[in-house]
């Protein structure tokens, strides 16, 4: 009996999966063609250096204070909307790793984490041993257990030392072979005379995978944090966790998945190779293999978007249909429940020509309107030109949250890295010389974060509208803002954009909490002797700051 509807059911997918393509394409081509004004205004920001005076305000799109100016992210990713109860903000580095110990423990179908790497201390190995126990729990049911679990890191840090990440994940490969996956993503760009030369840690400033995914079954973690001791104890970041969001995980799953392809492939006696059919990443030819991975990654957003896509319309189209038919559809034709925030995954692959981040962060601060404020904040102050040139020359408000140098993950290092945290007050004092010079220095502040006994690492912004007491949007994950973030390493990041009140809340007490252990920067604080620069620092900075 029920036949028939079924085969109506699949008739109407296979018809409006290619329409609803088709016209989502039309829709991003006239989209695109309205915003190029705003490109055109303010291209001379991307090209030049100095800040341009008079510079018109760029069009909106939608009435002043509405959310859905913000749609257009929608056009080059996948848009999941959800409640703003699933959404909780994480506020400590204690918070965060119990969170996912907890989460592990009750894992049944799967357990995805993307790290830059893992440390090897007994916090870190307390994590590994509840990831065996939530294995071995499996293997005791009466039933088959489908769980797997799939870790994706950077080759090169991974690799540091005779104990690193590899030995760290090694047993679990052996002891459970069927349901361990160990990636290990290594960049296209180190490789031939730069591979041989370039000793240990030296090796890490060519590229890196920096994304960091913590997933288990349907809820997900968003974060900057690494997962080693100082980001389970004293490393302040930031994190997200969305709860119950099948979708989100399915795509965060599939992402991992994919880099993970292109990746080299752990072994239980610790060598490394490629899958098989894959190119290799360094000993390959780098043309071939930066495409296969641009087709394989951008195969999974092109994917998700096409699936939401075909859902739409077909809700569209059962939008009055009798709760019977809905019942015939089954999920398809039935849109979720109390949505009021839309989350939207951005990813950054410059290696790749994966340039989704850039474009939807550039967007951002240009269509950005009068007396907005952006609180904006980098563990690592180093802007990209075309960054700095769009907050010097639009007229949105900016308070910038960057690490004191005594906090930043630098400081007391041995060797040149002990001078990294110099570099970082030589920039910034740099950036605020142009602020003071163009007299902006009422719309444009510098705070430096400072907490005795802890290091900063916090990344992303929080958007207020003109008039708002609230943040409406956010971005948060793995990204700097600086060169790195954009043309060297791997990143992911949300953006998060809702109306609901109680996780508006949540952001900013998210912020305030962050820019409350701040002091504002004033020319003075450059007079004091912590703030020296060295020569030779000032000397060497501007030929080395894209690689750190």
């Known amino acids: 009996v029920m036949a028939a509807p079924m085969e109506v059911h699949r008739l109407l997918a296979s018809v409006l999966k290619p329409f609803a393509a088709g016209l989502t394409r039309l829709k991003v081509g006239l989209r695109r063609r309205e915003r190029r004004s705003s490109y055109l205004l303010l291209a001379p920001l991307l090209c030049e250096t100095k800040p341009q005076a008079d510079l018109p305000s760029p069009p909106c799109c939608g009435s002043a204070h509405s959310i859905q100016r913000f749609q257009w992210i929608g056009e080059l990713v996948p848009t999941f909307g959800i409640s703003g109860s699933q959404v909780k903000i994480l506020n400590s580095p204690s918070e965060f790793y119990g969170t996912m110990k ?26 590994v041993d509840c990831i065996e126990e939530t294995l071995q729990k499996s293997q005791e049911e009466p039933v088959i257990s489908d769980l797997r679990v799939s870790v994706l890191l950077d080759c090169i840090r991974g690799s540091r030392g005779k104990k690193n990440s590899r030995t760290m994940l090694i047993p679990l490969l052996k002891k459970f072979p069927n349901q361990v996956r160990v990636a290990l993503y290594h960049t296209p760009d180190l490789r031939g005379i730069l591979k041989f030369l370039l000793p240990e840690r030296f090796n890490e400033t060519i590229g890196l995978q920096h994304i960091k995914v ?136 410059r290696p790749f020509e994966i ?22 904040t980098s563990g690592y102050f180093n802007l990209t030109q075309a960054y700095m040139n769009l907050i010097l020359g639009t007229s949105t408000d900016y308070q910038i949250l960057l690490a004191s140098p005594e906090v930043n993950g630098f400081f007391g290092a041995s060797g040149v890295a002990g001078a990294i945290p110099s570099a970082y007050v030589y920039i910034a004092r740099q950036f605020y010389n ?33 008039g708002s007491k609230w943040p409406c949007l956010t971005l948060i994950g793995s990204p700097n803002f600086g060169y790195r973030s954009v043309h060297r390493d791997l990143e992911a990041q949300l953006a998060i954009v809702t109306e609901n009140h109680k996780l508006q809340q949540q952001l900013q007490q998210e912020q305030e909490h962050l820019y409350c252990l701040s002091n504002e920067v004033l020319t003075t604080t450059f007079d004091q002797p912590n703030r020296h620069v060295k020569l030779w620092v000032k000397l060497v900075t501007p030929l080395i700051k894209n690689f750190f």
């Open 434 to 466: 142009r602020v003071y010079q163009n007299g902006l220095q009422d719309r444009i502040r510098l705070h430096e974060y400072f907490r005795k006994g802890w290091t900063f690492h916090a990344k992303g912004l929080w958007y207020y509208l003109s």
């Open 214 to 349: 913590y997933l288990f079954d349907n809820n997900v973690i968003i974060s900057g944090a690494n997962l080693s001791d100082s980001y389970f104890m004293n490393r302040q970041d930031r994190y997200v966790l969305l709860h119950n969001c099948e979708e989100i995980a399915d795509f965060f799953d599939e992402l991992v998945n994919a880099v993970s392809d292109v990746s080299l492939q752990l072994q239980h006696n610790d060598t490394a190779d490629v899958k098989p059919g894959m190119i290799h990443p360094f000993t390959g030819n780098r043309a071939d293999f930066c495409a296969a991975a641009n087709k394989r990654i951008m195969a999974v957003v092109n994917e998700a978007r096409s699936k939401q896509q075909c859902r739409n319309h077909i809700r569209d189209l059962f939008e009055n249909s009798s709760e019977e038919d809905l019942h015939v559809l089954g999920d398809i034709g039935r849109a979720p429940k109390f949505i009021d925030t839309w989350i939207y995954p951005i990813i950054q692959m």
């Open 355 to 376: 340039r989704i981040d850039e474009q939807v962060t550039e967007t951002l601060m240009i269509e950005a309107e009068a007396n907005s404020r952006v609180y904006l």
């Open 102 to 127: 907890e989460h592990i423990k009750m894992a049944k179908k799967r357990i995805v984490m993307a790290s830059l790497y893992l440390g090897t201390g007994p916090l870190e190995q307390e994590l």
